[in-house]
T-cell receptor
Framework: GENVEQHPSTLSVQEGDSAVIKCTYSDSASNYFPWYKQELGKGPQLIIDIRSNVGEKKDQRIAVTLNKTAKHFSLHITETQPEDSAVYFC????????????FGTGTRLTIIP | DTAVSQTPKYLVTQMGNDKSIKCEQNLGHDTMYWYKQDSKKFLKIMFSYNNKELIINETVPNRFSPKSPDKAHLNLHINSLELGDSAVYFC????????????FGEGSRLTVL
């Protein structure tokens, strides 16, 4: 089955700086890559996703890049703000959706004011 | 208006007991899921139901039995609770099995003593 590795497990950045979280996946058939943000005491919430026919996608301060050859994808957050502090999960699926969605192990991002 | 609601939020019980967690979604979605998040924040799919039909049943002990009386509800019953069952259980829904975003509930923290 699919295996998704995520690094780093913890990340602290100064407010206003950029944060990058990286994931690698094992199944070359994976074609859907969402990112979820989990705030304390809440369920995860989708923040951005990308499909395998696209190399990069941006939404305001958040961007995701995908390298299918190397089987890795990354989340980039620019101009970080205190409300960006949360646990971030990458995930990968071979079905363009949730049927076979495998999550990474999570990154705890702390923004230092 | 809560989109995906699960009850109870906290559950503390003794080993060997039987307990249930209820989940309801008011989004009109076809597909519902149960995920388990362990103490290291690892998120793993347990079950998914599409239009009340079981689609995914990952390697979960048969002490765990999901029940979907209609497509808006997916309950989780756990028999003979063990210490290792302590975790946060998340209910989620999506429009269809292969349509993007998962909407998660706020989680039910189960502690087995």
């Amino acid at each position: 089955g699919e295996n998704v590795e995520q690094h780093p497990s913890t990340l602290s950045v100064q407010e206003g700086d950029s944060a990058v979280i990286k994931c690698t996946y094992s199944d070359s058939a994976s074609n859907y890559f969402p990112w979820y943000k989990q705030e304390l005491g809440k369920g995860p919430q989708l923040i951005i996703d990308i499909r395998s026919n696209v190399g990069e996608k941006k939404d305001q301060r958040i961007a995701v890049t995908l390298n299918k050859t190397a089987k890795h994808f990354s989340l980039h957050i620019t101009e970080t703000q205190p409300e960006d502090s949360a646990v971030y999960f990458c995930a990968a699926s071979t079905h363009f959706g949730n049927e076979k969605l495998t999550f990474g192990t999570g990154t705890r991002l702390t923004i230092i004011p | 208006d809560t989109a995906v609601s699960q009850t109870p939020k906290y559950l503390v019980t003794q080993m060997g007991n039987d307990k249930s967690i209820k989940c309801e979604q008011n989004l009109g979605h076809d597909t519902m899921y149960w995920y388990k998040q362990d103490s290291k924040k690892f998120l793993k799919i347990m079950f998914s139901y599409n239009n009340k039909e079981l689609i995914i049943n990952e390697t979960v002990p048969n002490r765990f039995s999901p029940k979907s009386p209609d497509k808006a509800h997916l309950n989780l019953h756990i028999n003979s609770l063990e210490l290792g069952d302590s975790a946060v259980y998340f209910c989620a829904s999506s429009q269809t099995l292969n349509t993007g975003e998962l909407f998660f509930g706020e989680g039910s923290r189960l502690t087995v003593l």
